[in-house]
């Protein structure tokens, strides 16, 4: 059977997962009783999610705006599911065990080194994007995506670098500042252009080189009462973590924030850093290798979540409805991808 929804009332204790430590966080989200199941609305524009470190002053205006708000809320209202820390907060409760599986009271939900990895954080972006969107009045807002996997996009970008920015966080590794160039390998290469070349070749391996099955790119397959994290696809080990560690700040403990699930969403980065994981499982559904691109497993395409939307209604997604991104109502900007034929 798929992995149920949680049951929001008996969300508990969070904890870290390397050490299981407790953490001294209350991470559960505020509770409704009405669950609605989600059908995706329709749209007149898509949304297009533009690369970083390209945006215009007036997007980054809007955008800017967009998180200001969400971040009052934090203040007017704690319990407002669209405020800043609830977004993070989501990231949390779903990854560090606040989450029982239904049914199995002692085996944990966690999205993270399975199969549920891509399509639980397309769901989540999802979500975020359209309450920033409805925060400043504008349905066609679309977050920006961090292009690490372009030359031009190897730095945090620098929207996110500016200190009097609602972008800002001051909890990340200030050596990795702009202009340090992320190391996707940890190569430790020291010259700029070795970098380049070893994340390309990074890239090459991890979309299409060492995937020699669709699991090996999705992850491994993880069902209602199995123990979590069964494995992770080479996307999710590689680019994706590899950029949590670059940002995580290893002057905190758990190297808050983006270098550990619990905190890593009260990073403004975060979401973009996800919209570029999102979007390699968009461009490796479209490379003409002989691997299948899609799982047709019921256990996977039923597996489902809640989220609150941006009007506050509790909905229930299911992994089937988040295959196809076009129908959801966004795309992402046409650029340029250097390590697509990167042959070491
Ligand atoms: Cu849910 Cu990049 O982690």
């Known amino acids: 059977a798929p992995i149920k929804p949680p049951?929001?009332?008996?969300?508990?204790?969070?904890?870290?997962?390397?050490?299981?430590?407790?953490?001294?966080?209350?991470?559960?989200?505020?509770?409704?009783?009405?669950?609605?199941?989600?059908?995706?609305?329709?749209?007149?524009?898509?949304?297009?999610?533009?690369?970083?470190?390209?945006?215009?002053?007036?997007?980054?205006?809007?955008?800017?705006?967009?998180?200001r708000r969400m971040k009052a809320l934090d203040k007017s209202d704690p319990t407002d599911p669209r405020g800043f820390m609830q977004q993070a907060n989501i990231h949390c409760a779903y990854c560090n065990g606040a989450y029982d599986q239904v049914g199995y009271p002692n085996i944990d939900i966690q999205v993270h080194e399975s199969w549920l990895f891509f399509p639980f954080h397309r769901w989540y972006l999802y979500f975020y994007e359209r309450i920033l969107g409805e925060l400043i009045d504008d349905p066609t807002f679309a977050l920006p995506f961090w292009n690490w996997d372009n030359p031009k996009g190897m730095q945090m970008p620098k929207i996110f670098d500016t200190e009097s920015s609602p972008l800002y966080n001051k909890n990340r590794n200030q050596a990795n500042r702009p202009p340090t160039l992320i190391d996707l390998g940890f190569s430790g290469a020291s010259d700029d252009l070795q970098v380049v070349v070893n994340n390309l070749t990074i890239m090459y391996s991890e979309m299409i080189r060492s995937v020699n099955s669709t699991l090996d790119f999705m992850g491994q397959p993880y069902i209602a009462g199995q123990l979590p994290r069964p494995g992770m696809g080479s996307s999710e080990r590689g680019s994706h973590i590899a950029a949590h560690v670059f940002v995580g700040d290893p002057r905190n403990k758990y190297s808050e924030d983006m270098g550990n699930f619990y905190s890593a969403g009260r990073d403004t980065l975060f979401y973009s850093h996800h919209a570029n994981v999102d979007r390699m499982w968009s461009i490796w559904k479209t490379l003409k290798t002989d691997v299948p691109k899609e799982i047709n497993n019921p256990d996977y395409l039923n597996a489902s979540f809640l989220f609150y939307d941006e009007k506050k209604r509790l909905v229930r997604v299911k992994v089937a409805d988040s295959l196809d991104y076009k129908k959801m109502g966004y795309e992402y900007e046409k650029v340029d991808i250097p390590w697509l034929n990167y042959k070491p």
């Open 7 to 67: 049951e929001l009332n008996k969300c508990g204790e969070a904890r870290d997962v390397a050490s299981g430590d407790l953490l001294d966080v209350n991470c559960c989200p505020p509770l409704t009783d009405t669950i609605i199941d989600y059908k995706l609305p329709n749209f007149t524009k898509l949304r297009v999610r533009p690369p970083a470190h390209k945006v215009n002053k007036e997007y980054l205006a809007k955008f800017e705006e967009a998180i």
